[in-house]
Nanobody, 124 residues
Framework: QVQLVESGGGLVQTGGSLTLSCASS????????MGWFRQAPGKQRDWVAS???????YYADSVKGRFTISRNNSKNTVYLQMDSLEPEDTAVYYC??????????????????WGQGTQVTVSS
């Protein structure tokens, strides 16, 4: 069983920045693609960004150019740097791990493990 622990959420004004972190307990972290999803109240969980085990990154159109996903394999941690935040980015953000060496999925059901979520609120 892999545990994912997120941190870094909070309240920020429009145009501000936040960095989310997600620490994995896996001893085989490099065999997982890592993703970030978000869920606003009353809405479905949406894919935000993913990073393959090899370091290739993928972004949803809504965050491309504003968010950056990265990973530090020596620390078993994945990050989501969020810049130019907008009220529409307000949601609970979840990190997830998919056991694959291939292109990571954009579908939540493909991911094997999930964090508990961290709230991001962007005020206007």
């Amino acid at each position: 069983q892999v545990q994912l622990v997120e941190s870094g959420g909070g309240l920020v004004q429009t145009g501000g920045s936040l960095t989310l972190s997600c620490a994995s307990s896996s001893r085989t972290f490099t065999k997982y693609a890592m993703g970030w999803f978000r869920q606003a109240p009353g809405k479905q969980r949406d894919w935000v960004a993913s990073m393959s085990s090899g370091g290739t990154t993928y972004y949803a159109d809504s965050v491309k150019g504003r968010f950056t996903i990265s990973r530090n394999n020596s620390k078993n941690t994945v990050y989501l740097q969020m810049d130019s935040l907008e009220p529409e980015d307000t949601a609970v953000y979840y990190c997830a791990a998919e056991y694959t060496l291939l292109t990571p999925s954009q579908v939540a059901a493909a991911y094997n493990y999930w964090g508990q979520g961290t709230q991001v609120t962007v005020s206007s």
